[in-house]
């Protein structure tokens, strides 16, 4: 008699909570499996759609990241589904959360209530693009699209390939607010592409590369932009 085959780990997966949950594909098994990475309050209520599951930033980097900018003013222009949110809503002076999509705003505003921090974020629905010129912050955090799982089938991931304008014209709009600029950019980014930026800027910017880790793996790498002491000083003599 036949034995009834089990069913595989991929196979159970595949009609895993995140696809019964959230009507997503099963290309998001492999997100669905590092669940507790992405949220460690997973369990508790957190919601996301598809595009939530690629882009969020996993939980233990987020910290990292909040960390940099414990007491400050920040704005996190493409907030997503409020991974980074939270984690800077938790440390930080205040945090103003941008996103085009009202959907994603409303799954932010649940995640943030989830960890205990909802009261302590601005929410904005809106094109960051369009609304630079009115935002004001100590921190500007930028985790623009990628242009989905694809980005990393490139040998060297250019910042032309950053949405939804490239990166030179991102970051120039960014430093109309503020020099402290953080980008969460893929791990085969062009290093020597971010250099520029900072050799480029006036006065040029101090630039620090963090390269973030899951597993063991890299998976992405933080670029810190800020004003250099050398700077700063020579200001404060002008003014004195
Ligand atoms: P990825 O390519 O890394 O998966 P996404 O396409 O998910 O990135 O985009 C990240 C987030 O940025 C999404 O939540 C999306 O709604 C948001 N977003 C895209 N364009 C803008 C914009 N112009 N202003 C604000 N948020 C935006």
């Known amino acids: ?47 996301m759609d598809e595009e939530g599951w690629y882009s969020v930033t996993p ?9 940099r900018c ?23 002076a205040s945090v103003i959360a941008i996103d085009i999509d009202p959907a994603k705003v409303e799954m932010a505003i649940n995640n943030a209530m989830v960890y205990g921090v909802g009261d302590r974020v601005d ?15 100590d921190v500007l955090f930028l985790s623009p699209p990628w242009g989905g799982p694809m980005y990393n089938k490139v040998e060297s991931y250019t910042l032309d ?13 960014a430093q109309s607010i503020t020099p402290n600029i953080i980008m969460f950019l893929p791990r085969n980014v062009d290093l020597a592409q971010l250099e520029e930026l900072a050799w480029l800027s006036s006065p040029p910017l101090n630039l620090e590369i963090e390269e973030n880790c899951v597993g063991g793996k890299i998976k992405a790498i ?10 700063l000083e020579k200001i404060r003599t002008i003014i004195a």
């Open 1 to 47: 008699m036949a034995r009834k085959r089990k069913r595989s780990r991929l196979e159970k997966a595949i009609n895993s909570p995140a696809e019964k949950e959230h009507g997503t594909s099963p290309n998001l098994t492999k997100y669905w499996f590092q669940r507790y990475d992405l949220f460690s309050k997973y369990d508790q209520g957190i919601e």
């Open 59 to 67: 939980e233990a980097i987020a910290v990292k990241q909040a960390e």
């Open 70 to 92: 414990r007491g400050k003013v920040v704005i996190d222009c493409f907030s997503g589904v409020g991974g980074n949110t939270i984690q800077f809503a938790k440390v930080c």
């Open 123 to 137: 929410y904005v629905v809106g094109d960051f693009i369009h609304l630079a010129p009115s935002l004001k912050g």
């Open 161 to 173: 390939m950053l949405q939804p304008k490239d990166g030179y014209s991102l970051f120039q709009i």
């Open 222 to 231: 933080t670029a810190y932009f800020s004003c250099s002491a050398v700077y």
